[in-house]
């Protein structure tokens, strides 16, 4: 009995020193690991923000096994990559005294104690208007101030000694819409109108037509500027609106 005891003990002694020999390998420190913190801003990416990566942490390495290679799998991930998001377009300014006159639109003159040049006027294709004394005056491109103001100089250039000129406009230039419409064509501009509008004037979308934007063109006297745009989009005087056709 003595014996078998004392080798019963010795058995457990072994056992022993071979666990803290494996336990003594795992404890083993090397070199340092680093991984990427996942991105913690949640509000840099709904919004689209510009992402710079935070700086490593470095956390100490057991000795390999899955730990290691779990963290080693964290270091060669890459970062997130940035959402950007396009801004919205500006809507176009409503008509004002800032609008900017061109062929189709009609006005009315007013020259104080002038009976005989108070009257409608409508602006032709040349883009000027026809009053007696003075013959054409060009109006394309000009606000309203800036006709009354040119009038007044032709009738004070020995005419009338100090005129007085009110200009005003009486009715816009029309709109054109055109393509997945019940009734295409041109229709009169109603003021601060916008594209959901001039699509019920023209009957409504025809049943194959995108109804989620639409291309609107749009002309200055600096050239033609052509945008796809929501319904909600403002309008103004000429401007032509292209309903397109939906794929299914």
Known sequence: MPVARAFR??????????????????????????????????????????YSAPQPVVVANNGGGAIAAFSNSFAASPAPMPVGYAAPMAAPARNGASYHLDAG????????????LTNSYSIDAGGSITMPLIGAVPARGRTTAGLAGEIAARLRNGY??????????????????????????????VPNMTVESAVAIAGGFSPRAKRDVVTVTHTESGGAMR?????????APGDTVFVGERWF
């Open 227 to 235: 945008a796809v745009v929501p319904l909600g989009t403002p309008l």
């Open 9 to 50: 003990w010795s058995k457990l002694a072994s056992l022993a020193a071979s666990a803290a020999l494996a336990l003594g390998g795992c404890m083993q420190t090397g070199s340092p690991v680093a991984y990427v913190q996942p991105r913690p801003d949640l509000d840099s990416m709904a919004y689209g923000q510009p």
């Open 105 to 116: 639109d009609k006005l009315r003159v007013v020259v104080y104690g002038q009976e005989g």
């Open 160 to 189: 009338i000694r100090e005129p007085s000129v009110a200009v005003e406009i009486e009715t816009y230039r029309p709109f054109f819409i055109l393509g997945e419409v019940l009734a295409p064509g041109q229709y009169p501009y």
